[in-house]
């Protein structure tokens, strides 16, 4: 899964740049690349490998005419595998077949069993024999044959908060990023419907193609048949969040040429659950030459660009 595309000129600079995820990538992995770049190639994107290991994503990057596409990912795939699944994916040059369950019956994930086969066949495609029945169906997202049929639904909902707070602490913009994954192991075609509390506060909403969109667009109620197994029914953005369940508060002394920052992380009130996997970026100036940093709880790190500091929390509570 790609989870963002740059678009780099001769110099290194970003000049588009897309993100494919609600986890955003930082701008700084193209300052690592570029670093790369000119320490391996002297400047020259051409003369690297199209596949660069950094030290947080895998980077694929193609040059032309000046210009550098850069994409990340965080997910390592085997290159054979990737190509089966692009070949089937795509028809005289435009996608066609893109549901996840009939790809996997086309192409079977690699495991022992596959690997033991194809040392023995010398065969290296794990390609399927037959075409999967799903893509007749009229609901291709989900498979004929349901296999371990619970009779069970479950369904999770992940949000993430996108906040900028100020050096006094106070809050100057606020977004959520959601996400609700469904668990289903259903039997049959089921019918199911959702319908949310408030969702005149939903904005940048995508949905799988199971959903029906007349009965969202009519009375925000989600319709739908859903695929079996786990999949992502939707995703959303809700803007302008007027507080977030955790405070900031940065602290700056200087003395004699010597600069102290503490910065304080901790809920306002008792949300009833954890909060997972918190994140702090700030900035420091152009002008420091070294800086040591440590953390009470969690980890501290310096981007590739020298003056971005990420602090890592795996909880609050």
Known sequence: M???????????EVMVEKQMTAHRVDRAICGWFWNYVVVHAAGDPSKILQVVVSPTHYLFQIYRNGVTF?????????????????????????????????????IAPPNIVNKMLNVVTGKSSTLGSKLPDATASFVPWRTTVVKDASNEVYVNI???LDACINREGVLVKCEAYGEIQVNCSLPGVP???????????INDFTFHPC??????????ILSF?????QFKLMSYRVKKLKKTP??????????????????MVGTRNDPGKPIDSITVQFQLPPLIVSADLTANYGTVDILADKVSVLCHLPSVS
């Not at 790609?2 to 290194?12: A, H, N, R, V």
């Not at 959903?211 to 925000?220: A, C, L, T, V, Y």
């Not at 602290?251 to 102290?260: A, E, K, M, P, V």
Request: net charge negative; aromatic share 6%; glycine share 4%.
């Open 2 to 12: 790609l989870q963002c595309i740059f678009l780099l000129s001769d110099s290194g």
């Open 246 to 263: 955790i405070y900031v508060k940065p602290q700056l002394t200087s003395d004699s040429g010597n600069c102290r920052v503490n910065v």
């Open 70 to 106: 850069l994409t990340c990912t965080q997910v390592e795939m085997s290159p054979l595998m990737a190509i089966e699944i692009l070949d089937e994916m795509m028809d005289n040059g435009f996608p066609l077949t893109t549901e996840p369950n009939i790809l996997k019956e086309m």
């Open 225 to 229: 048949v859903p695929p079996d197994g």
């Open 158 to 160: 992940v949000e993430e």
């Open 211 to 220: 959903i029906r969109f007349r009965p969202w667009e009519s009375n925000q």
């Open 191 to 201: 019918e199911l419907t959702m319908s949310f509390a408030n969702p005149s506060i």
